[in-house]
């Protein structure tokens, strides 16, 4: 596999370049930031479509670094589109811009951490690590399983987690692989199960609530799978496409793929017309290309699964009429085809359970012994001050 290094910050030292750290804006797309830098039309519209659709994933409010030669043009860029990868745009040494896919360079921390409870389990979280996203998943996790008026001061928080760093900033989803909440010296257990990405307690009881989708159109085949990162050998270089496309007529309804609110109804870069939806449980769907909307939709409404939403397309770059079906859980681009297939894992019994009480035993200990009181460990917060670049 070909291993790639990014000398953004190398680059600027050898050329007394800057490097800027930016904010994407809202209403920007791929085409006009190319405008914005001079830089022809022609580079875009000569990718291939897994390529294009790569550029349709820019979202507003990503943050990304640009490096400019010292006339204000732009040497080269990085631009996340998901967890895993970005996109490089670079002058090349004939001054000629060149455009790839590549994965992102990140370190990952893992960290298992006691917090004792002073104001709140969110607010104490929050300031420990500095981490919102992960506050915000330890009370996702639990949802209303338990009742956090009752916390009492001097209760703990305990947490095993992984998060991506890039850049010496939290990048990406936290993963919380373990967490314990004392509830007035009650102690209540959480612990992912990798194989349906759901949590159980010590006893293998299950508090996830379950999700179900259902694929969104009659489609005649699959014209393009899901592919979160891949490197091919032919084309020697990296392969992505977050989503799946259903190749179908022109004009043939499209449908919910389960019960949300349409939080966006437009058009949205090469995608054209898209609508995206907002379940439960962290998950959003988007539907792109449509040739138009179902009348009577618009955002801020809410639709049952198998809702009629809109209509099979080719606006926005599309090589023909399709479906693209994206699906996001919590920000992070996954198989959608996994998910509907997946169906209903949320009972574990019999050896399935016991396996699972097995494999978590050592995260069981490792808890209770990071909040005994000759224990109590606060998180290393040396990630989150470097700024460094890795090899991936």
């Not at 580079?43 to 006339?71: H, P, Q, R």
């Not at 990048?171 to 990798?194: C, D, I, Q, W």
């Not at 639709?303 to 920000?331: A, D, E, F, M, Q």
Request: proline residues 3%; glycine residues 8%; charged residues 25%.
């Amino acid at each position: 596999m070909k291993i790639i290094l990014i000398l953004i910050i190398f680059i600027s030292s050898m050329f007394a370049l800057q490097v800027q750290e930016l904010t994407w804006p809202k209403g920007d797309s791929f085409l006009t930031f190319l405008d914005k830098y001079n830089i022809s039309q022609k580079l875009y519209f000569e990718l291939e479509k897994e390529d294009k659709e790569l550029c349709s994933e820019i979202v507003a409010g990503t943050e990304y670094n640009l490096l400019l030669n010292e006339d204000g043009t732009l040497k080269q860029v990085l631009i996340p589109v998901s967890e895993d990868m970005q996109l490089h745009i670079y002058e090349s040494n004939k001054g000629e811009y060149k455009f790839e896919a590549i994965p992102i360079s990140y370190q990952e921390i893992e960290e298992t951490i006691a917090i004792e409870i002073k104001k709140s389990p969110f607010q104490d979280i929050f300031e420990a690590t500095e981490n919102l996203a992960l506050a915000n998943e330890v009370m996702r996790v639990y949802g209303r399983s338990i009742n956090f008026r009752r916390i009492q001061k001097g209760d703990f928080v305990a947490l095993k987690y992984k998060q991506k760093i890039r850049m010496g900033k939290y990048f990406g989803s936290p993963e919380l692989t373990a967490a314990m909440v004392e509830v007035n010296g009650k102690k209540h257990y959480r612990f992912k199960n990798n194989k349906n990405d759901k949590y159980y307690d010590e006893k293998g009881r299950g508090f996830s609530k379950t999700y179900f989708f259902k694929i969104p159109l009659s489609y005649n085949r699959i014209s393009s799978q899901f592919t979160k990162r891949r490197w091919h050998p032919v084309l020697k270089k990296y392969r992505a496409h977050l989503g799946t496309d259903f190749a179908a007529p022109k004009g043939r309804p499209i449908y919910a793929a389960g019960d949300g609110k349409i939080i966006f109804r437009g058009v949205k870069g090469g995608y054209g017309n898209v609508i995206i939806i907002d379940h439960k449980n962290g998950y959003r769907t988007l539907y792109a290309h449509q040739s138009r909307f179902k009348s009577g939709l618009k955002v801020g409404s809410y639709v049952s699964k198998g809702t009629h939403i809109g209509y099979v397309g080719n606006t926005g770059l599309s090589s023909g009429p399709h479906l693209h079906l994206g699906l996001y859980k919590n920000g992070r681009a996954i198989d959608p085809l996994q998910v509907i297939k997946r169906g209903k894992e949320i009972k574990l019994s019999g050896k399935e359970q016991a396996t699972f009480i097995a494999n978590t035993k050592d995260y069981f200990n490792e808890l209770n012994l990071v909040v005994s009181d000759e224990n109590r460990k606060l998180p290393t917060r040396l990630a989150r001050k470097e700024s460094f670049t890795t090899i991936q």
